[in-house]
């Protein structure tokens, strides 16, 4: 990922944002370009959101693709591939939503570090966020971060699903076959 070299405002990135063809996240000043994703990416958050979506029906929850903003104070703005939200703050703001539940990215070989280091730092700040999913395109495999209370405080867990498992979202209460996710993936043959 490499910053448009200059400082932005968050009011100035929102500006840039809505007059650009090409969409932008931000972080801290900086603005970076997105990535091109490939069929495999498509393939997988296609999959993810067609799960969602005969899951959660008609109810109070909504989800959205990678062309909806995550946004937290004027730290970041990001487009997760995956999010669902079911606070009714979020239905007032067409193109960023501020409540997220569950977030999920589908890794990509150009940003797959900073989603499980800084991306996952910057999202740990939503007090909203009981879910971040991490999709391998290399391999069958889902990571679930989950904020969890305990003796001590707040925290996450992780829990690693592969072949033959059984994916559980607890936030959305959303349990699926792997392959299912997987299904129609090449693996970059």
């Known amino acids: 990922m490499i910053a448009i070299p200059s400082g932005f405002s968050p009011e100035e ?10 969409r932008h996240e931000y972080r801290r000043g900086l603005v970076y370009a997105m990535a091109g994703g ?12 067609t799960v969602i979506n005969f899951h959660l029906r008609d109810g109070d929850c909504q989800f959205f693709s990678g ?4 946004n937290y104070a004027d ?15 979020d239905r ?7 409540y997220p539940k569950l977030i999920a990215e ?11 280091t ?7 700040q ?10 391998s395109q290399d391999e069958m495999r889902v990571e679930c971060r989950r904020r969890v209370q305990d003796g001590a405080g707040e925290g996450w867990e992780t829990v690693v699903y592969g072949a033959g498992d059984l994916v559980m979202l607890q936030s959305i209460e959303l349990e699926m076959a792997i392959e299912e996710l997987y299904r129609g993936v090449s693996f970059g043959r």
């Open 75 to 89: 730290a970041f703005f990001y487009y997760p591939d995956a999010f669902v939200t079911c606070d009714p703050r």
């Open 13 to 22: 990135y929102l500006s840039l944002e809505h007059e650009n063809t090409i």
């Open 118 to 124: 800084d991306k996952f730092e910057d999202y740990r």
């Open 38 to 49: 490939s069929d495999d990416h498509s393939r997988l958050a296609i999959n993810l959101l």
């Open 106 to 116: 589908v890794l990509s070989p150009s940003t797959k570090k900073f989603d499980r």
């Open 126 to 135: 939503l007090e909203s966020l009981e879910e971040y999913v991490l999709i």
């Open 67 to 70: 062309d909806v903003k995550v």
């Open 92 to 98: 007032s703001d067409r193109y960023v939503k501020r």
